[in-house]
Structures are given as structure tokens and as C-alpha cells.
């Protein structure tokens, strides 16, 4: 009783220090330009048909998330932190369906404790939670998809869960197209099933290929807007190179390369010696298959198509991971062994955090990692020009992604004026000139048109923000 009591503690205090990590300075950094864009099309002024247009306009993935965030604003306070307190609400929701996930793989095991430490501790997943994007709500989303898919395979003659199964299946390919890469593992997962152990279920096969049709109607309406444009605003986007063979997003997964480096090798090691094992078709091999598609669909999609593979977009891979890790750590035999690389885990991913802004921001300040919007509107703001220019190249957009940032601005302060250089009398006017750096990197230079007869009289910068402030003859 008293173990049991003691077990109930740790895991309170581990799902406690997850959520004061995920809603603790939570609207601390300003939005980047993807945050920007949600926060644009999700604008709760804006008509239904408005926001579908602009988001057509400047998205290059789903609406759903958009839609989301865009009622969510209604209910509650049109800001920043109110968007950031909705991403950080799926993120601590994720620590629990994991929970949930991992007594599921093994009822009679602690590793549900590990297992949450590793997902309430998380860098990655803690930063996601304070970003207004459709990353922790993906990423709570196909842990519930796995949570109904599972308990499907053990009640597949139940035809309420599988109603519920087929929305939330649903919900999660609509949600972001990388949700496809869950729908073609768990179709492999039914494939195997029925090769290797002759299951086979009429109902379950026609829910798969329901939502697989209504998915892919949805996405070639979304390909055919999305293409329809001459801009290359894949200009952020590249093909993996040899670094990543090395690694696997794991640096970007466990917050360092030092720290993701041990975690690769100890994720793989566990799986050449569990081999035999996740090769039962069981639900080990579910998460195995899940892992592998994740990174072979978007590899294989980028060199054949465009290069689609980024850190972000995966990120729902950590839950087989971290559930693969976990289990397969607590199936060691050898305590000792099982003993040390929970502690060797244990001990990087708290290290970690001290060199990092989750510990760091309790006992000193705490850095921007984000552009600093506030600051440079600020600075607009209390100097005697208030007219700005934003500059703004190759985007998907360039009209609309303006649209965006200036609705940002205004937000901001009300205050300010964006100008068009063809509005200004003659003679000498001056203005600034907004550069934000993660759109433009470090392309802040002036246009040809008005660099001949314009001067910088003076320049600052806010973290990724560079203010010129340009005087020009007309």
C-alpha cells in the first residue's frame, strides 16, 4: 500500500512540473511568421469564408487547426496568450493519454513512470506547447487515435468504439497531412495481422478506406490550391543530409546532439536486442512500424517530390519512441542494467534542463528565442517616426503574409502606420524599415528602387527583428 502510495506521488509531481514547464511564461516570446499566420486566419472578426480565403491564401497545410483556434477565440480573449495557453492545454493533455498508452503495452509495470517523466520533461515537446501552431494538438490527437485503435484490436465487434475510432482517425489525417503517415502504419499493422495471423475485420477494413477516400479528397483540394502559385516557399524546406543519418531528429527530439546521441543509441540497442520480440506482431511492432514510415514516406515524398521532412512535423513520432524506450527498459531482466539506463536517462534529460530556458528562467532572465516584435513596435512606437515599411519576399504570398504581419502589429499597438513608398509627397520623408529575419534571413537590404536615393540614418536590432531607419528623397 505504501509503494503504491509513494508511486501516486512521484507521478503527481512528474505531471506537475510537466504542466508548470508548459504554462510558466507561456506568452513570454512574441509569434514567429508561422504563428503569425494562425493567429491572422483564425481572427474571430473575420467571416467564416474570409478566413478560408486568406488562409488559401498564405497556409500551405490543413485549416482544421485554424477553424479550431479561430472558435476558440470566439469563447475566450482574441491574444497571443490565450493562443498559447490553447497549445499548452493538448500538451499536458498528452502527458496523460501516454500514461494511458503505456498500461495499456504492460499493465503489470512501472514503466508508465518513465514514460511520463520522459514526455513531461521533454524540451521539444515543452517548447511546442508555448507555439500557437497545430503541433501539440496533432500530437495529443494521435495518441488518442492510438489509445481507440488499440482498444479496437482487443473489442473489434464493438461498433461504438469503432464510431468513435473512425472520428478521431479522421480528425487527425485533417488535422495536418502528416497524419497520413499514421494512417499507413496502422493500415501495415492491419496488413501483418492478416498475413501473419489471419485477422481480419469487414467493419475495421471499411472505416480505413471511408476515411482514407473522404482524407484524400480533402488534401488533393488542398495540393491543387496550394500549387497553384509560382512563389517557392519551399525555400526553408531541404532534402535530409548525412548529418541526420547520424542522428534522426533525435537531437531535435531530446534537445541536444550529446543528449539525443545517447538516447539514439540506447533506443537502438533495445530494439536489435528486443528484435525477435517486436517481430511477434504485437504492439511493440505497432510503434516499430509507426517510427519507420515516419521518417521513410517523407524521405522517400522529398526526392522524388519536394523535401517535406522537418523535426516539427514528426513529433508525434516521440510517443512510440518514448513508449518503446520505456517498456522495453522495465522488460530488462538484469536490474542492474534496467537500473542504470533509467538513471542514465533519467540524469541527461534533467542535466539538460539546466542548460536550457525551463531552468534557467526561474532564477535569472530569460533569453528570446523568437523575434521581438513587442520591442521593435515599441521602438516605432517612442521615436518620432511611426511610419513602417515590412519587407517581405518569396513567401507563398507576399500580399497576404503582409496582411498578416501588419494585423500582428496592429495588435500590438494600434498606433503605427504602414505606408507604400508611391504615398508619399516630395521631397525628404523618412520611414522604417521592418525586417523580420525568419522570413527574410539575412537579406535586409533595401529595394532597388529606393536604395539610390535613400539613406540609413540610423539601425536597430530585437533578436531575429532588424529596424532601419531610412530617410528618402523623392
Excluded at 483556434?69 to 498559447?84: A, E, H, P, Q, W
Amino acid at each position: 500500500m505504501l509503494i503504491s502510495f509513494n508511486k501516486q506521488i512521484i507521478l503527481f509531481l512528474i505531471i506537475a512540473t510537466g504542466t508548470l514547464f508548459r504554462f510558466y511564461n507561456v506568452s513570454f516570446d512574441d509569434l514567429w511568421y508561422d504563428e503569425i499566420i494562425s493567429f491572422w486566419v483564425a481572427n474571430p472578426n473575420f467571416s467564416f469564408k474570409e478566413s478560408l480565403i486568406f488562409h488559401n491564401q498564405i497556409e500551405t497545410t490543413s485549416i482544421v487547426y485554424n477553424i479550431i483556434l479561430k472558435n476558440f477565440f470566439k469563447i475566450f480573449d482574441y491574444s497571443v496568450f490565450s493562443g498559447r495557453i490553447f497549445s499548452a492545454f493538448w500538451g499536458v493533455l498528452s502527458i496523460f493519454t501516454i500514461i494511458y498508452l503505456d498500461k495499456k503495452l504492460n499493465k503489470n509495470s512501472n514503466s508508465y513512470l518513465l514514460s511520463s517523466f520522459l514526455i513531461s520533461l521533454n524540451i521539444f515537446l515543452i517548447g511546442f506547447s508555448q507555439e500557437l501552431r497545430n503541433y501539440t494538438l496533432l500530437f495529443f490527437v494521435t495518441s488518442l487515435t492510438l489509445i481507440f485503435f488499440i482498444k479496437l484490436l482487443e473489442n473489434r465487434k464493438n461498433y461504438i468504439l469503432l464510431f468513435f475510432f473512425s472520428l478521431i482517425f479522421l480528425f487527425n489525417i485533417l488535422l495536418h497531412p502528416f497524419g497520413f503517415l499514421i494512417f499507413f502504419s496502422l493500415s501495415f499493422y492491419l496488413f501483418l495481422e492478416l498475413i501473419f495471423k489471419k485477422k481480419f475485420s469487414i467493419p475495421i477494413i471499411s472505416v480505413f478506406l471511408v476515411v482514407f477516400i473522404f482524407s484524400a479528397f480533402y488534401y488533393f483540394q488542398l495540393f491543387y490550391i496550394t500549387t497553384n502559385s509560382d512563389a517557392d516557399y519551399y525555400w526553408f524546406m531541404e532534402n535530409p543530409s548525412l548529418k541526420f543519418y547520424t542522428n534522426f531528429h533525435f537531437s531535435n527530439y531530446f534537445g541536444s546532439r550529446l543528449v539525443g546521441g545517447v538516447f539514439l543509441i540506447v533506443f537502438l540497442y533495445l530494439i536489435i536486442k528486443n528484435f525477435k520480440k517486436i517481430m511477434e506482431i504485437n504492439y511493440y511492432t505497432l510503434f516499430f512500424i509507426i517510427i519507420v514510415f515516419s521518417y521513410l514516406i517523407p524521405i522517400v515524398f522529398g526526392y522524388l517530390f519536394k523535401p517535406m521532412l522537418l523535426p516539427r512535423h514528426t513529433m508525434f513520432n516521440l510517443i512510440p519512441i518514448i513508449l518503446l524506450l520505456s517498456n522495453l527498459i522495465f522488460n530488462y531482466e538484469n536490474k542492474k542494467n534496467k537500473y542504470f539506463l533509467i538513471i542514465l536517462l533519467a540524469f541527461l534529460t534533467i542535466g539538460n534542463h539546466f542548460t536550457e530556458q525551463t531552468i534557467k528562467q526561474f532564477y535569472k532572465e530569460r533569453i528570446p528565442s523568437k523575434p521581438e516584435y513587442s520591442k521593435a513596435v515599441n521602438y516605432i512606437k517612442n521615436s518620432e517616426t511611426k511610419n513602417f515599411i515590412i519587407k517581405i519576399e518569396n513567401m507563398k504570398d507576399n500580399k497576404a503574409s503582409l496582411n498578416a504581419i501588419q494585423n500582428y502589429i496592429f495588435h500590438l499597438d494600434k498606433d503605427l502606420t504602414p505606408i507604400q513608398i508611391s504615398n508619399f509627397k516630395s521631397g525628404k520623408q523618412k520611414f522604417w524599415y521592418f525586417c523580420p529575419l525568419d522570413i527574410n534571413s539575412k537579406d535586409c537590404y533595401l529595394p532597388k528602387n529606393i536604395k539610390d536615393r535613400s539613406i540609413i540614418l540610423r539601425q536597430k536590432q530585437f533578436n531575429s527583428i532588424i529596424l532601419n531607419l531610412v530617410e528618402i528623397n523623392i
